[in-house]
């Protein structure tokens, strides 16, 4: 038995206070990043730009092909590129967003350039969004950073980020939402730089309010037995006409259906379903909610990362205080024996692939771990 300490009224409060504040906090819904890539491209003049981008159509995929807007021989000194604008980005946010934020990511480098003496160089000019194909907003360009000379990454914005303005989801779905960068180059007499982008994606960051939190729902995707995804989660409601179906993705963008009745446990707020056929390598789940009267919710989404073979590992090991056993199958009990076979722990089924056991009570030696009929022996220092 231990201790109750006593605690004085005004203590009460504050851990209240502080417990309201916290558990407010953590219900809060979360915004959610949604990613795409332009299906659009082209060298647009800035008005007083010298150097277009030719085949633009090269910073719509990854694959090292590259935009490219070269200096010419009979010019040199401090002169811009056109615009390479993208759009058709194909966005799909919920009609009843809110818009958290904006990042994009472009993925450029230079040749021709002296980047010990700075002599020739390629940095930012203008780096504004698109509304409805306009530029709008403010410019995000790096005026004072050269553009390195191989392949690097730069990101623009933030997931809390609008670029000085406002955007509505309809803004962001529309064909002709988009980026647009312009580039200065400072050339020489003997060296022409030229800007090279090869690849543009933008993330979105939304607030979806019919969304319903990871945390209120307790809603979990981990590995499970006979090569199966199992989701399980909680949701107390006494609309008895509630139902759930689960959804997948294999981007988080396009969904579809999987089917099969969820299981409802003793616990009656506690659900189940197991995804006999989860996509390979990395996906995605959501749960559908519909009310008796119609009315739809999301769970937040959850990525699900397939694994063939589950195998046990501890970490760390040997351990001292805790130690962390992965490869767990939801609704395993997992054992902790001694050399001998006598049992010393038996917690309660697992939820997800991964444990945590306290051994900061055992003696030092070696230790046997069991879940299902796999096996890992463990080092308590």
């Known amino acids: 038995m231990y201790p109750v300490p006593v605690i004085s009224g005004n203590k009460v409060v504050m851990l209240l206070f502080c417990y ?15 990613t795409a890539s332009p299906t659009v491209s ?4 800035t008005g007083s730009s010298i150097y277009s981008f030719n085949n633009p159509l090269n910073a719509l995929a990854n694959d090292g092909n590259r935009a490219t807007a070269t200096s010419l021989l009979q010019l040199f000194g401090d002169e811009t590129t056109d615009y390479l604008q993208v759009k058709g980005f194909g966005f799909n946010i919920p009609t009843a967003a809110s818009i958290c934020g904006i990042q994009a990511t472009v993925i450029r480098s230079a040749s021709n350039v002296d980047l010990v003496f700075h002599t020739s160089s390629v940095k930012d000019n203008d780096v504004r969004l698109l509304k409805n194909g306009t530029l709008t907003g403010t410019n995000k360009a790096y005026t004072s950073t050269e553009w390195p000379s191989a392949d690097g990454s730069a ?7 609008l670029w000085g303005s406002t955007w509505s989801p309809a803004d962001i779905n529309n064909s002709n939402f988009g980026f647009s960068i312009s580039a200065k180059i400072h050339g020489t ?23 319903l939190s990871a945390q209120a729902l307790q809603f979990q995707v981990a590995n499970g037995a006979n090569h199966s995804a199992a989701l399980s ?5 006494t609309d008895e006409g509630t139902t759930f179906s689960i959804e997948r993705s ?3 963008l396009k969904w579809q259906p999987v089917q099969g009745p969820p299981q409802q446990n003793v616990d009656a707020s506690l659900f189940t379903f197991l995804d006999a056929q989860p996509l390979p390598g ?35 090991n040997p351990a001292s205080t805790t130690v962390q056993i992965a490869g767990v199958i939801p ?11 006598k049992r010393l722990f038996l917690p309660a089924p697992a939820k997800n692939n991964v444990i945590q056991l306290d051994v900061a009570h055992l003696q030092p030696g070696i230790y046997v771990i069991s879940a299902g009929n796999r096996k890992i022996k463990i080092l308590k220092k």
């Open 20 to 34: 309201v504040c916290f558990h407010a906090s953590f219900a809060k819904a979360q915004c959610i990043d949604t």
């Open 250 to 252: 294999v981007n988080s």
């Open 282 to 316: 990395l996906s995605f789940y959501r749960l559908k909610i519909t009310s008796l009267s119609g009315e739809v919710h999301y769970s937040a989404v959850q990525s699900f990362d397939f694994i063939d073979n589950i195998s046990l590992k501890c970490y760390p």
């Open 155 to 161: 990101t623009y914005g933030s997931n809390s980020d």
């Open 233 to 237: 989660w909680k949701h107390n409601t």
């Open 189 to 211: 007499v003997s060296l022409f730089p030229a800007a090279r982008i090869n690849y543009i994606s933008l993330t979105v960051s939304y607030l979806d309010p019919t969304l």
């Open 331 to 341: 609704g395993e009990r997992v054992v902790l024996t001694d050399l001998y076979g």
């Open 42 to 45: 082209a060298s647009v003049s």
